[in-house]
């Protein structure tokens, strides 16, 4: 007897642009249009953030799959709904957007696929790779404004959450509101925060005072609450106070807060441009704050120079990198984006400090007549105070800081934390 139902799974990516629109909103009314359709939404549609480094990203670089039950042989039909959901909601007119939806038939996601997933968490990767698997695998689908869009969409249908996983929830907005600003309850979100703290994480940054639950973008999404347990976030989402209503909400399965975009390397040598990784290395000079209030330090690894960088957004973070001094051994993550004139650069998202050296710093001895720190009259010459003006030959005085920074981890504040970046403190689901 043949099986009247099939399993398909649809891949979506770059359907924004910096001017509005979310790809977590297009597959929220794609998955409404299927369904209304006769098709069935099998488990939580994947929310997978790729390559944060990635220089054509749009703002989180999220690309977006679901999978269904429908009717057997007429697979084309929701592949067509989905596509229309696409050239209805996309920012087709801005040059950089360039949208892509694909469709996968059967539950087995082929193993080189879901290679080529993972890798488009970490790395750049190009679009005949994409091309190449639609050929092969017989994986319908159509890009709009070019074809940069099915690297994410083949992505999206691929992704296994090999580090992990967690959840959210994302509220909409009635078209009405779109750029319009959010006036959400910042105590609402506090209370909430509280009540479902072994739960949700990243709801608000309570050392800059800033509610970190909503985007600061013209696009549909209201707010979107994170959490290790989907169970929580229905609850969570209740219990918050807005000045306006919520038009739909969706629970997405992530690979938010996993650390699965970080590469482990051995070498400085090893950076490939626009990656994220991590290293152990030794500090090399002392921190510096330049104009803007960027600070950088210079650390080494066998002979090879690596600047790193913590930039103003960070805020606080820049206090810890101040206290490095040079010996200090540090395991550093990070990403980088290359710049032309700029030494090679790691912009840290966190650091574990591994051992402290004793630091210390020469001074000019201090006069035994009155007490005034000397000044030296030249190499070999000896020292006059520059009060009494009592001479004397001797040394400089060597003195130790007291280091009061401790071994252990250190990472930006949530309102500069990327949505790959995993908290120390959180541990999260694994398959």
């Keep these: 007897m043949q099986d009247i139902n099939s399993f398909i799974k649809i891949g979506v990516d770059d359907t924004d642009s910096p001017y509005g629109m979310c790809t977590t909103y297009v597959m929220h009314k794609i998955i409404q249009s299927i369904e209304e359709n006769g098709g069935k939404l099998y488990g939580f549609p994947n929310l997978v953030r790729l390559n944060p480094s990635c220089p054509y990203k749009t703002r989180g670089n999220a690309a977006l799959s679901a999978a269904f039950i429908v009717e057997a042989g007429n697979e084309s039909k929701y592949l067509d709904i989905a596509t229309d959901m696409v050239f209805k909601l996309s920012e087709i007119s801005h040059p950089k957007t360039n949208p892509a939806v694909l469709m996968l038939k059967g539950e087995l996601v082929p193993m080189d696929i879901v290679e080529f997933s993972r890798n488009a968490v970490k790395r750049i990767l190009n679009i005949e790779s994409a091309l190449n698997f639609m050929k092969k695998y017989d994986i319908n689908g159509v890009a709009i404004n070019g074809s940069r869009g099915l690297v994410g969409a083949m992505a999206a249908l691929g992704y296994d959450f090999p580090s992990g996983y967690t959840y959210e929830i994302i509220a909409y907005r009635s078209e009405n509101m779109w750029g319009k600003p959010r006036v959400i309850d910042r105590e609402s979100v506090i209370k909430m925060d509280a009540q479902t703290q072994n739960c949700t994480f990243d ?40 000045d306006e209503s919520i038009v739909g909400y969706r629970i997405y399965k992530t690979n938010q807060a996993t650390d699965d975009h970080i590469i482990p390397i051995t070498y400085i040598e090893q950076i490939e441009p626009y990656t994220s990784i991590t290293i152990e290395v030794k500090v090399k000079s002392l921190p510096s704050t330049e104009k803007g209030g960027h600070t950088f330090l210079y650390a080494e690894k066998n002979g090879k120079e690596l600047r790193l960088a913590a930039y103003e957004p960070t805020k606080q973070f820049r206090n810890i990198i101040m206290q490095l001094r040079p010996g200090d051994k540090i395991r550093v993550y990070g990403s980088y984006n290359p710049k032309e004139g700029e030494p090679k650069t790691l912009n840290l998202e966190k650091i574990e400090i591994l051992e402290i050296a004793q630091y210390g710093k020469f001074f000019n001895p201090v006069c035994p007549a009155c007490g005034h720190r000397m000044k030296s009259e030249g190499k070999e010459k000896g020292y006059q105070c520059p009060k009494c003006k009592y001479r004397m030959t001797g040394s400089k005085e060597l003195k130790f800081e007291n280091r009061v920074i401790s071994i252990g981890m250190y990472e930006v504040p949530s309102r500069a934390r990327r949505h790959l970046s995993k908290p120390f403190y959180l541990t999260v689901k694994k398959n």
Excluded: M, Q
């Design 203 to 242: 709801n608000y940054d309570y050392y800059n005072d800033e509610i970190k639950i909503a985007p600061h973008t013209p696009c549909p999404v209201l707010v979107g609450i994170r959490s290790i347990d989907y169970k929580c976030l229905k609850i969570a989402l209740k219990s918050l106070k807005f």
